[in-house]
């Protein structure tokens, strides 16, 4: 302020002070107005400047000429060093070290922990990952199989720990050691990147985060000892469990540890589960599928690294090792004008798990529950327990940390959970000691690339994964037929938005380049015949109408529909009346079987593809080329934008009034 200034310039002729233009520390500032006042001087008031406290940042080395550090130069932050394993890579604990496998000693409670992926067998003793228990021979005295394992730096990393008296394990580097990394900067520096002696593996083990050479915010994964007690007293029978808390507390770190107990048991006391049933309530961090929906799944294998590491979920026969998806629906981001839509959708998938549960009354089932729930709709929450009915509620958060407003729900929690004789506990949240590499929303990008990438698998391998190092857009469309022409019938019957109404006129301009969902529907809100849905005007794009009473578009009903598979539309012919779209190698032979009058396509539940528009760009800079460079979809070159005008500019509205 002007008169504050004037104060300063006139205490300042009064007594002047060196000009060095530095700002004065709280101490200077008092030992200045102790000498202005013995003098009769008016001090200046200067706002103290804040003292970095010495355990967060740490003051650059003075020089010799200059003891003073300049006022402009930022604190180094220091980066904690943390542990991640108590292995130690010396000779007496190593067996084997080549380019292609590495096989080491593990004493009992010792634990090591690899970055990367690979895969892995017990030789002898037995080990503990994940909460999985794996021996080197099964109940029935064969070797135990090979596992495959990803363990990125986006998440804390496994520990590996021995649970004899001395263990030995076999880690084999895998083929394709860095997944999906030319195609996209999300997943270019979250794998192994050392190089031992001239031969790098696909992954590399890792005792403390400084060793890390990219210098990524490594950290382990902790087992706090109440999760040990909640996870054996769960697993003692099968069982409803239900996980419950806010967001990033880790209700699906849990989920996997109780799954992976359930599926490997627990040496001579606990037999293994041949499966167990995975309800996946939020579709914003799914665990076996893409975002934007939530599923009922069959897990028969090992959950051993993140969900991008297993974004598909197909439909095998009988009796082989791989996870099924029983149903699932898609679901919008929003609840707040589909809840009830979100309830029957619910309701549904717990009632197909109860019809496999009259099949086998030893089938387990896990539920996981989104944090909105439980922070913005808890009656939504309550309600769905009520219908659920677990044998065990746990509730995952820290009780000295919450408000007063979340406070009073955990006595509601146990109220409901009690009331149907079930069992509640309350464990401390599991949250990473250092900030994550990826955001919740990358994380979902990276989820759906990866589904997007996935190779098609054979019963005989689905423990193998591989994916498509191409763009996405060098799969070859399938291209849909939406209004009949003299060459085509019409091959499915609408679209269906579900988000914020979307205009007819814009449909087709709001879709392309977007994600949808392909479900199979005999829902009443079809017409008869399938083809008299309505249209927009000038392109003739069929699609669901919103309701006069809610002005939503009515979804589907849940008991008669359901989700076949994602795609992303690539673009529509309107001359042709054809939409193409790009699906999953792994879905491929459900499009063969699709019902044109019982198809929709569902819009609006996905976040907007931006990975997909840029994987082109991403690879014609790894491998350029001026072919691959004009071929980019959905990006145009310099030359083209160069007449459309000003981009990223503010646009000025003018407003005439008559």
Sequence with gaps: MPAKRRRVEDSQAANPAPTNNKPLSAIAAARLRAESAVKGVVAPEITPEPVPEPSVVVPPSPSPQHQESEPNEEPLAVRQNLKLCSWRNEPQNVLSDTSNELTVKLPKHTTISLVGCFHFKVLRGAINVNGANIGALSREGQQAPTYTSHVPAT???????????????????????????????LFADIWNVSTRHGKSKSFDVI??????????????????????????????????????????????????????????????????LPAACYLDLDPFKSEYTPHGQISLIMVRSLNLGPGFSHPVTTLWPSGTNANEIIRAHAVPPNLTNYRDYYSACVEDLFLAYKSLHSRDPLLPLIVNTPGSLYISDFDLLTTLITRIKPHYAVHLGDRQAIDMENETKLPLLQTVVSQYRGTMHEIAANIPASAPMRTDAELRAMQMESYFHLAKQSPAHVSLRAWLPNPVSELVPWELCYEETEDRLQDFVCFAMYSEPVEPRSLLHALTGSIVQLVESTSSVIPSPYTAQPRTRKHRVPYLPKSDRTGMVHPLDPKTSKLICTALIRGFDVQKRLVQISVPQAHDDSMYTLIPERTVLVGGCCDPPEWAYLEDAHAATSTPSSQQTQNIPWLETKDRTHHMGYLNTLRRVRKFHN
Excluded at 156 to 179: A, W, Y
Excluded at 217 to 224: F, I, N, V
Aim: charged residues 25%; contains cysteine; hydrophobic residues 30%.
């Design 155 to 185: 998440h804390p990393l496994s520990k590996i720990r021995g649970l004899d008296g001395m263990n030995h394990v076999q880690f084999i580097t895998c083929e394709e050691p860095r997944p999906l990394a030319a195609t996209s900067t």
């Design 207 to 272: 005792t403390e985060s400084k060793a890390d050479v990219l210098g990524r915010p490594l950290c382990p994964e902790t087992s706090p000892e109440d999760w040990l007690r909640v996870v054996e007293d769960c697993a003692a029978e099968p069982s409803i469990v239900l996980t419950v808390g806010a967001s990033a507390t880790g209700k699906s770190t849990f989920g996997r540890r109780l799954l992976n107990r359930y599926l490997t048991g627990q040496g001579k006391s606990a037999r293994p």
